[in-house]
């Protein structure tokens, strides 16, 4: 489960999980549906990112911003991910395809994550959430 929430100018992203890594997920989720909605994006050319932090809430950024990176060069969005975690390092695979303006109506473009509102917490046994405020 993703959502947003609202902040200044900017998105505020939030994804939910049983475990971090589906909350990583989520967020990254919630992201593309900054830019579109999610089910228009076909899930058909894999990327692979890696990423490694000194903690779990410079992780999702670094993940995050990784992704917006992916996107911006490669010209693509993203419609489904998996992430992977080992401690303080990712592995993630985010499946998307290029950029269609007619299909995929983008709405506006996203220039990073950044550390507002950053969080990564357990909020309950098997619940877990990650979030942040991206830059639009």
């Known amino acids: 489960m993703w959502s947003h929430f ?10 939910t999980g049983a475990t971090p890594a589906e909350a990583f ?5 919630a ?3 900054v830019i579109t909605v999610p089910a228009r994006v076909r899930c058909r ?3 692979t990112v890696s990423c490694r932090a000194p903690d779990c809430e410079l992780l999702l950024v670094d993940w995050l ?3 917006v990176y992916e996107m911006a060069t490669r010209k693509m969005l993203f419609g489904r991910y998996r ?3 080992d401690g303080l390092s990712l592995v993630g695979t985010a499946w998307g395809e290029a950029i269609d303006i007619g299909r995929h109506r983008p709405a506006v ?3 990073g994550a950044t550390y507002t509102e950053l ?7 098997g619940r877990w959430y990650a979030q942040c405020v991206v830059d639009v």
């Open 83 to 85: 992430v992977e975690l």
């Open 109 to 111: 473009e996203i220039k």
């Open 31 to 33: 992201m593309t549906a």
């Open 45 to 47: 050319k894999p990327v």
């Open 119 to 125: 969080a990564v917490r357990k909020v309950r046994p």
């Open 65 to 67: 911003n990784a992704l």
């Open 6 to 15: 609202p902040h200044g100018a900017d998105i505020g992203i939030r994804g």
């Open 25 to 29: 997920e989520q967020a990254a989720l």
